[in-house]
């Protein structure tokens, strides 16, 4: 089964601060995402990444960035954390070729506050 | 460009109710179609899918059928248990190489013994 690993269920961060939110999946898989939930709103996707040192913008990029130095791993980087960036993170990845009939396989989720 | 309707939350039925959460999409090309479900305190899983007009996707009692002409695929359970408490989204790919997903908002239910 794919495994995709979220650093941290929860995290505590001030205004202001750079924050590191860490994804890793252990099935090889090219194309690895993150999205922000909140309530009334679904899921919105931030960034995706579909190879090493590749990256788009996904819906609402301002305010992030992301970084795939390695296949496996994932980072979303919030330069200047703000508090209406408080929010659920979630990160996914699915393997190339797959086909768009295949899922996304999602972590755990970062539940993130931003004080 | 693409997009997910799905009917506005929060649902709250009782234990062996049926259920149904509606969603209609709008979508470029033939787009391949989905439910994921998020139980309290975990990520997304995928609950079914349906790849093609009048597949009929089904997992868990749960059943959606890709109806093209009327661009739905509504969520439906004969008879739903306390453990289906859950926040359900639609969503849809279009193809392409990215296999980018497009969501609906998210349906809460919950489900009284």
């Known amino acids: 089964d794919v495994k995709v690993t979220q650093s941290s269920r929860y995290l505590v961060k001030r205004t202001g601060e750079k924050v590191f939110l860490e994804c890793v999946q252990d099935m090889d898989h090219e194309n690895m995402f993150w999205y922000r939930q909140d309530p009334g709103l679904g899921l919105r996707l931030i960034y995706f990444?579909?190879?090493?040192?590749?990256?788009e913008k996904g819906d609402i990029p301002e305010g992030y960035s992301v970084s795939r130095e390695k296949k496996e791993r994932f980072s979303l980087i919030l330069e200047s954390a703000s508090t209406n960036q408080t929010s659920m993170y979630l990160c996914a990845s699915i393997g190339q070729g797959h086909g768009s009939n295949q899922p996304q396989h999602f972590g755990d989720g970062t539940r993130l506050s931003i004080l | 460009g693409n997009s997910v309707t799905q009917m506005e939350g929060p649902v709250t039925l009782s234990e062996e109710a049926f259920l149904t959460i509606n969603c209609t999409y709008t979508a470029t090309g033939y787009p391949s179609l989905f439910w994921y479900v998020q139980y309290p305190g975990e990520g997304l899983q995928l609950l079914l899918k349906?790849?093609?007009?009048?597949d009929k996707g089904s997992n868990k009692g749960f059943e959606a059928t890709y109806r093209k002409e009327t661009t739905s695929f509504h969520l439906e359970k004969g008879s739903v248990q306390v453990s289906d408490s859950a926040v359900y989204f639609c969503?849809?790919?279009?193809?392409?190489?990215?296999?980018?997903?497009?969501f609906g908002k998210g349906t809460l239910l919950t489900v009284n013994p």
């Open positions: 969503a849809l790919t279009s193809g392409g190489s990215n296999y980018k997903l497009t």
């Open positions: 349906a790849t093609k007009a009048d």
């Open positions: 990444s579909y190879d090493v040192k590749m990256k």
